[in-house]
């Protein structure tokens, strides 16, 4: 099974499209941050774009990424793309509650935080307090459509100002 979570009226076809708002005509109506209908490691593919900021910090969060491993079957693959907290789509947005990171995402992975531990960095281990371990895959970054690729400042660009890159994302892989 694939799940196309908060798919927003973006439906994917041979994918179960899934959104917590009725208008958006999903294949199944869920709110994500109750648990979820499908059995425990069923799930093959997941795609979320643009939904991990529109949940509550915390709690909420945490119950999203358990549900998700939860589903997920060894092996399964989860795509995630985000928008970049310093970016006004980002910004605008009022229902945009939290700014979700790679290294927010990394603390779910037992292999980056033991990498992290050994040299010294010392970061949350959601994955050991939650039950879950994801692997983070290479992350992308996609730039707004006005920013020049060429230009020889724009990592220094890219990590110190507004508007640069317009999204990110990176696939997690299920580790059971």
Known sequence: MK?????????????????SEPTENPDVCVDLTKPWPWPDSSVDEVFASH???HL??????????????????????????????????????????????????AMFSKKFVESMDAQGAHLTPFWKRLGVDFDLGKVRYWFDPSVDQSDPELEWKSKHLSNVILEWGTTLTAVK
């Open 56 to 105: 509550n910090p915390g709690a909420e969060f945490f119950r999203f990424m358990q549900e998700l491993y939860r589903v997920c079957k060894p092996g399964a693959t989860v795509e995630i793309v985000l928008p970049h907290p310093r970016h006004d789509v980002f910004l605008n947005d009022p229902t945009h509650v939290q700014a979700v990171m790679p290294g927010t995402l």
């Open 3 to 19: 799940l196309n979570l908060g798919c927003g009226g973006k439906y994917q076809d041979g994918w179960v499209n899934v959104d």
């Open 51 to 53: 939904l991990l900021e």
